[in-house]
């Protein structure tokens, strides 16, 4: 927790969406949608967590 160890690797990351590092068995993988079995609406903390989203899945 005090960051006194060096660690044994440090992955090289280009950008924010480099996945170079995760095995291909991972990324090739379709992604699934998985919403919540019962709709529900954020509070107001929450939507503030999410502010620079801009995704809304269709049923939104």
Request: net charge negative; with cysteine.
């Amino acid at each position: 927790m005090a960051k006194k160890v060096k660690p044994p690797f440090l992955p090289s990351i280009k950008d924010s969406t480099d996945v170079g590092n995760f095995d291909s068995e991972f990324t090739r993988l379709q992604p699934v949608l998985s919403p919540p079995s019962k709709p529900f609406s954020l509070s107001a903390e929450q939507q503030e967590a999410f502010a620079d989203f801009d995704f809304c899945a269709l049923w939104c």
